[in-house]
């Protein structure tokens, strides 16, 4: 297809604003799919993409519009709607000359999506506002495109209006993403140069990479070079998907397609890389790759010791979908065997140990997330630490940085009071302020990423009832006051429970965590105490005062199958037990003690 006839274009929108319903109402008024054959959402269903063999990535869809008698390919590029994933949106709209901002009429723009916008509007794609929704009797389109109209500059009348349950108004949705978003520029006779957007593992077919050809043409059965590795693959199959994948001879500039190599693990075929040819490729990469990089650590520890081994297995299959998962096996003195693993935030360490414990039956304990500090020691050396057992002895640190976020809150303006007063209990810094409308505002804090990371988003959302909507990205590293607090049972660290904290906050974490260890730990023979400290300065003491009864005085002396019986119980119950120093504490009481509330 030429150029002048491809539209490249996403949709960007929040969670239930209605993407997959329009995405379902496009692919069935082009014709891609039949009405009888859309009873569920047709892309979202997991099911089909066993059956085919093949991973249909949600909407990377090519899909055929005329406009005034000529035939054009429209293709509808994906975007993933997580917070922790803004490299990979920013990759997607990299591939589109286009975007729908396509907003719930009965809600107004949520931070994230105003967040996305921003990044589209970076990279100069072409706008198209768009309310969805309006069926609802709640909708309030007037009051939402004056909105839309004021934060991206255009006229009211500018926002359209549709239902994708309905579909009335995606027709001219259609018409207008051919008029108004250009069409791909790009060098046909240049070596090819393609981006890859996404890819995928598929358990049939290997890692299924989504490309956007930028210079040149990809066929099958040439070679290909991943610029930034340089390694090389045989291509296997290149094709499009509309809606399921069709192998063809090729991709030229502007098209939108996948590729198959055989490649086993999605590490080798890295979003943002550029694809070219073996021989006579091209030269220069595009701009704007950047190696996936942990921002968040957390140890897994299986609550069965004996599922160790499974939860290798289980890391090692995600990571093969999952090119910014990192880990490495760690051991405790409270939990036992477990791996350290990187994430690239909060979100995609709860996504990742919820699969791990639905897809795999595995029951897993996580440690208190932390994230990645620099420290120069007084002599000048440098270290990165990611896991609080590495923080060095205290008197030798000179300089320690945190990374910072740049963080966005929307809300109804009432809230502002209670939102200010959060973000500066978690030393943030007031960026700026906007109204969007009469009654919304947006709020922008400089917050340290440790802040955002320890139940910021569950207080946000209980001091707003709900209504504020959060989006963060990462603004680089601060200087910052930091100090490793040790939780010790009897003189022993638990090392589970050492946490960084600013100086400022160590006094509450240890506490907390020593008045909650006293109310989760059983009594033991002896007294137990419990204490927060930071190196040999202890900070917080509780005591578990001794039981002076021993189990077995209740029997009389005289039943003997009583007591064995009672001290098989006893004995049943020590197995869950772990054993710091001399104290026996149960499972549970880790887990409890490391749960956030
Ligand atoms: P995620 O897949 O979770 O990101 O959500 P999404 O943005 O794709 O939203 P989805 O298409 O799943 O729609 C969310 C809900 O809104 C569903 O219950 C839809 O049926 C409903 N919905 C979508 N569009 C419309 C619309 O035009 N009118 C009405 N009344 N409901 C709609």
Redesign the pocket.
């Known amino acids: 297809t030429p150029p002048e006839q491809i539209r490249n274009f996403c949709i960007i929108?929040?969670?239930?604003?209605?993407?997959?319903?329009?995405?379902?109402r496009m692919l069935q008024i082009t014709g891609v799919v039949e009405e009888r054959a859309m009873r569920a959402?047709y892309l979202?269903r997991m099911d089909i993409e066993r059956e085919r063999g093949i991973t249909i990535k949600a909407q990377n869809v090519r899909l055929p519009w005329v406009l005034d008698g000529q035939e054009h390919v429209l293709h509808l590029i994906d975007t993933p709607?997580h917070v922790d994933f803004t490299y990979e949106v920013s990759r997607a709209l990299e591939a589109c000359e286009g975007a729908i901002l396509?907003v719930?009429a009965a809600q107004g723009i949520e931070a994230q999506t105003l967040a996305n916008l921003y990044l589209a509007l970076e990279k100069d794609l072409h706008i198209i506002p768009v309310l969805?929704?309006?069926?609802?009797p709640s909708a309030d389109p007037d009051k939402y495109a004056a909105e839309l109209a004021h934060i991206i500059g255009c006229e009211p009348t500018d926002v359209l209006r549709?239902?994708?349950?309905?579909g009335?108004g995606v027709r001219e949705l259609l018409d207008e993403a051919v008029r108004q978003v250009p069409a791909p520029v790009g060098e046909a006779d240049a070596p090819a140069r393609a981006m890859i957007f996404d890819s995928v593992y598929d358990t049939y077919r290997g890692v299924v990479t989504y490309i956007r050809v930028v210079d040149g043409r990809i066929s099958p059965r040439e070679k290909i070079r991943m610029m930034s590795t340089n390694a090389t693959h045989e291509l296997l199959e290149v094709g499009i998907i509309s809606p399921e994948p069709k192998a063809t001879k090729g991709l030229g500039v502007g098209e939108v397609g996948y590729l198959i190599t055989g490649v086993k693990d999605v590490r080798q075929s890295k979003v943002g890389d550029t694809v070219t040819w073996e021989r006579r490729g091209a030269t220069e990469p595009l701009a704007g790759y950047r190696e996936p990089k942990p921002m968040v650590y957390s140890g897994l520890y299986p609550v069965d010791g004996s599922d160790y081994p499974v939860l290798r297995e289980a890391l090692d299959k995600l990571q093969l979908n999952d090119a910014a998962l990192t880990y490495e096996p760690e051991t405790s003195v409270a939990l036992g065997f477990g791996f350290r693993c990187g994430f690239l935030g909060l979100l995609h360490l709860e996504i990742t140990r919820d699969r791990l414990e639905r897809e795999f039956g595995l029951d897993l304990i996580s440690t208190a997330p932390n994230v990645v500090y620099e420290v120069t020691l007084d002599d000048g050396t440098e270290l990165v630490v990611t896991n609080p057992s590495d923080w060095p002895g205290g008197s030798k640190i000179g300089d320690v940085r945190e990374p910072v976020s740049k963080v966005t809150v929307l809300a109804p303006s009432e809230f502002i009071g209670v939102i200010m007063e959060l973000c500066q209990g978690k030393r943030g810094v007031l960026l700026g302020m906007d109204y969007l409308s009469e009654d919304r505002v947006e709020l922008r804090y400089n917050l340290p990423l440790a802040e955002i990371i320890f139940d910021f988003f569950d207080s946000l959302k209980s001091r707003t009832r709900g209504y504020a909507s959060l989006d963060y990205e990462e603004a680089g590293q601060q200087s910052a006051d930091l100090v490793k607090v040790d939780i010790l049972l009897q003189g022993e660290p638990v090392d589970a429970f050492s946490a960084i904290v600013h100086k400022d906050a160590a006094y509450a974490y240890g506490n907390r965590m020593a008045t909650r260890l006293r109310e989760l730990i059983p009594r033991q023979h002896f007294e137990v105490p419990i204490q927060a400290a930071i190196g040999a300065r202890i900070i917080a003491r509780e005591t578990i005062r001794a039981i002076r009864k021993d189990v077995l005085a209740k029997c009389y002396g005289g039943d003997i199958s009583r007591k064995r019986k009672l001290l098989e119980k006893q004995k049943e119950g020590k197995k869950r037990m772990k054993t710091v120093g001399r104290v026996e504490v149960p499972q549970e009481a880790f887990v409890a003690a490391l749960s956030t509330d």
């Open positions: 929108a929040h969670i239930d604003h209605g993407k997959s319903t329009l995405a379902d959402q979202d709607g396509l719930d969805n929704k309006i069926d609802l549709v239902s994708a349950k309905t009335a």
